[in-house]
């Protein structure tokens, strides 16, 4: 089954702005935001509590969504791993120095080859370090999925696997950090898939929390 598809705007391009990190969020709807009241997702909230420690971030990508005026990603609804890391394509050149990465969840819903989503969602990761290895990749574990009836025991089966195959490509001197989304439950989600505002909110502090273990790490600015 395919999550709602929506159209998004293309952009003509990100501001270049000097000592401003350059940030990719790249995934599904839930990236895009919906279920947020402003549509921003978890976007504008991390944003916000980056330039409260003087981080400035500039968004890129070639789809804009949300009301906020740094809307630049690379999210698409109904996207699963192997979407993504297609539609990525157009936006891994310009070297992004952070990566945002949520994906998984659209291949849990379509039942899309489970026993292996893992492995893709490694295989962007490398395709991501590939187009720009200096890029350091946040990597998000999926929220809950309860509107399909086996959908929670689907996402906590990706969930348990991911985490020890990231492990690896650390334990190789990849920049990757796990972000865990274990603090969102059922009544941070909107519909049944998408968070609530709340729910993006915990999203954009456990992005955060990564964040800035990877700029105490030296791997961001």
């Known amino acids: 089954m ?7 705007q293309a952009n003509l391009g990100h ?3 000097q000592g401003v990190i350059t940030t990719l ?7 895009f935001g919906i279920g947020a009241s402003d549509g921003n997702s978890y976007r504008s909230y991390l944003k916000d509590k980056l330039a409260q420690d003087g981080i400035e971030i ?8 949300g009301r906020m ?3 630049d990603c690379v999210c698409v609804s109904g996207a699963r791993i192997d979407e993504i890391s297609n539609y990525a394509d157009a936006s891994l050149p310009q070297q992004p120095q952070v990566v945002l990465l949520k994906a998984g969840t659209n291949d849990v819903g379509q039942n899309r080859d489970l026993a292996n989503a893992p492995n893709r969602l490694m295989g962007l990761v490398d395709k991501i370090f590939a187009a720009s290895p200096n890029s350091t990749v946040l990597v998000a574990s999926l929220v ?7 959908g929670q025991a689907k996402i906590d089966s990706f969930n348990e696997r991911i985490q020890p195959l990231l492990e690896q490509k650390i334990s ?8 865990s989304m274990a603090a969102i439950t059922n009544a941070d989600l909107a519909d049944g898939i998408h968070p609530n505002d709340r729910g993006y909110q915990k999203m954009a502090d456990a992005w955060y929390a990564g964040w800035i273990s990877a700029k105490q790490k030296g791997w961001i600015p």
């Open 69 to 71: 005026q740094d809307n």
């Open 144 to 150: 809950p999925l309860p509107f399909f009836a086996d």
């Open 58 to 65: 500039d968004y890129i990508g070639n789809v804009r969504a």
């Open 2 to 8: 395919r999550i709602k598809v929506i159209l998004c």
């Open 172 to 179: 190789l001197g990849l920049h990757v950090v796990f972000i």
């Open 15 to 17: 501001s270049g702005l």
């Open 25 to 31: 969020a790249l995934g599904d709807s839930i990236t």
